[in-house]
T-cell receptor, first 111, second 113 residues
Framework: GQNIDQPTEMTATEGAIVQINCTYQ??????LFWYQQHAGEAPTFLSY????GLEEKGRFSSFLSRSKGYSYLLLKELQMKDSASYLC????????????FGGGTRVLVKP | DGGITQSPKYLFRKEGQNVTLSCEQNLNHDAMYWYRQDPGQGLRLIYY???????QKGDIAEGYSVSREKKESFPLTVTSAQKNPTAFYLC????????????FGPGTRLTVL
């Protein structure tokens, strides 16, 4: 099976930077996704990494190291609307493009 | 507009009753998924289907059933055998190209009284 770990909660100040780490143990790794989920709503896709390195998309960046089983999501210039849960999900090379999700990291942005 | 719809948004049922949650997509996606989310937790896979008339159990299939008679529809039945059915249920489908990321419907919050 897969094991995915991420911190439960983080707090940061508006305008600052926050880094959310995700570690995973899996066989047949075939990509890592980050999703944002506001309370009571559906997750929305943020980023995807399958090769080592950094992917930048506006204020959000995601990094992957396959050898270390490690990823992070970097949120820059934090805004109040960034207060949400951030879900790390790993896809394995198996039928159905199945994803296994971590427990999510709740980020609270304070003024 | 293309998307995934789930209805209803909120659902209340008495203990011991079966209930069916609707999931419809007009994105022409082949693969569809059902997840369960408990408060403060991540998503857990219940069932998934890669093609019409075929589906597989996920990690927590006990007490649930599905059907896939049409490409657009993937209803989930929560049966009385599910011991703790109160949760937020999310349906998703997967793109055929790009990153094959999963798109999610708005979810149904089921409360069993």
């Amino acid at each position: 099976g897969q094991n995915i770990d991420q911190p439960t909660e983080m707090t940061a100040t508006e305008g600052a930077i926050v880094q959310i780490n995700c570690t995973y143990q899996t066989s047949g790794f075939n990509g890592l996704f980050w999703y944002q989920q506001h309370a009571g709503e559906a997750p929305t896709f943020l980023s995807y990494n399958v090769l080592d390195g950094l992917e930048e998309k506006g204020r959000f960046s995601s990094f992957l190291s396959r050898s270390k089983g490690y990823s992070y999501l970097l949120l820059k210039e934090l805004q109040m609307k960034d207060s949400a849960s951030y879900l790390c999900a790993v896809r394995v090379r198996a039928a159905g493009n199945k994803l296994t999700f971590g427990g999510g990291t709740r980020v609270l942005v304070k003024p | 507009d293309g998307g995934i719809t789930q209805s209803p948004k909120y659902l209340f049922r008495k203990e011991g009753q079966n209930v069916t949650l609707s999931c419809e997509q007009n994105l022409n996606h082949d693969a569809m998924y059902w997840y369960r989310q408990d408060p403060g937790q991540g998503l857990r896979l219940i069932y998934y289907s890669q093609i019409v008339n075929d589906f597989q159990k996920g990690d927590i299939a006990e007490g649930y059933s599905v059907s896939r008679e049409k490409k657009e529809s993937f209803p989930l039945t929560v049966t009385s055998a599910q011991k703790n059915p109160t949760a937020f249920y999310l349906c998703a489908s997967t793109t055929a190209g790009g990153y094959n990321e999963q798109f999610f419907g708005p979810g149904t919050r089921l409360t069993v009284l």
